[in-house]
């Protein structure tokens, strides 16, 4: 064939035109794939390969386009990479020049995540001594959550079953989908208005982590840790973590273990106040016993020492002394008397004038002194009354009220008021005074 018919091409006008096919031929594209063969050389520039289960293509992203990647790509992480598509003409290879690249799927989401909670954790928000700790005994729970899920459904089981005179608010809200956020915060919204939950319970059950997103967002963290009340969460299961678990101050496993810990066990609770009752009841018996025995105690000392028997016992001894005084008296004069007789009979017997008149004399004088004895016995005898009567006087009780004292008893127990602190209001007293007695009532303490 003649060599005007030939159009030769070089390896080099290859290339390029198909570069220009390819890049004319297929605008900008979206390709998902995994990172291999990553390379980042002196340049700047990333060179990789995105591969799939049964292809891989070569990619360059330029240090223009890569300085804007929010994460750091490494071998094995799934991606998205927005580009179109090439040719390396120096070697003919078939590639893909990059200008946008993010994370596919969970990938990004986890990013998403540790951005935030790291973000809201240097703010502080996180801050142990922040967290409020839950009331021990709550007098209304409120809950948000959907109001059709199996999750309040386990809580309001726990709650009716732990601790069932607590009421329960429910704020119903969706906890998945595009409506989640915004009807999260207008319940977390409404249970700070009203102000009528002494604990908040906000949760949802298990889900993916797309299903579990509304709780990681930020609004809702901050809505939480502004709540007036204690928040406690119980979002997924045990190993699912939200920004929104950071965020309250308690966080549960399980919506079920957020409803245990908002309240106390009430069977436990009863159990502990039969226990309180029954210490109460002994505690109460004895010190009632322990009273009683000081009131008896008191009692006898005050009949001891009542002014009645003292007054009994002074009368009994001034009249032991008046008959004893009687007794002196008596015996005195029998003795004059008998020494009289004895006289007489000496006298008849001496019956001489002289010696009768010596005797007449003797009688006189016998008799004058006789009756000097007497009368200085008896003023002895009666200045011993009188002393005695006089000492009797001063220690009776009834001096004692001549002076203006007087003796203050109960009407009901007729006992004696002594501390004006064992007396109340309405209490009727009975006072005795020198002369009768009368009856008053405390008006207050």
Known sequence: MPSAERNVYTVSRLNREVRLLLEQGLPGVWVEGEISNLARPGSGHWYFSLKDRDAQIRC????????????????????????????????????????????????????????????LAAEGLFDEARKRSLPQVPRRIGIVTSPTGAAVRDILHVLERRFPPAPVLIYPTPVQGAAAVPGILAALELAAQRADCDVLIVARGGGSLEDLWAFNDERIARAIRAMPMPVVTGIGHEVDFTIADFAADLRAPTPTAAAQLAVPDGRAWLQTLVRIEQRLVAGGTRVLREAAARLEGIGRRMRLASPAVRVTQATQRMDELEQRLAFAARAALL??????????QRLTAASPVA????????????????????????????????????????????????????????????????DAATLAAGDTLVTRLAAGQFRSRVVED
């Open 60 to 119: 360059a992203m330029f240090r223009q386009k890569n300085g804007i990647v929010k994460f750091q790509p490494k071998d094995g992480l799934a991606v998205i990479a927005r580009g179109r598509v090439s040719l390396y003409e120096p070697r003919g290879d078939f590639q893909l020049i990059v200008e946008h690249l993010e994370e596919a799927g969970l990938g990004a989401l986890k990013r998403e995540f540790e951005r935030l909670r790291d973000k």
């Open 335 to 344: 003795g004059a008397r008998h020494r009289a007789a004895e006289l007489g």
């Open 355 to 418: 010696r009768m008149h010596a005797a007449t004399a003797s009688s006189a004088a016998l008799a004058t002194r006789l009756e000097h004895a007497m009368r200085n016995e008896l003023a002895r005898n009666a200045h011993r009354l009188d002393l005695a009567s006089r000492t009797l006087d001063a220690v009776s009780p009834l001096a004692t009220l001549r002076r203006g004292f007087a003796v203050v008893t109960q009407a009901s127990t007729g006992a004696l008021v002594t």
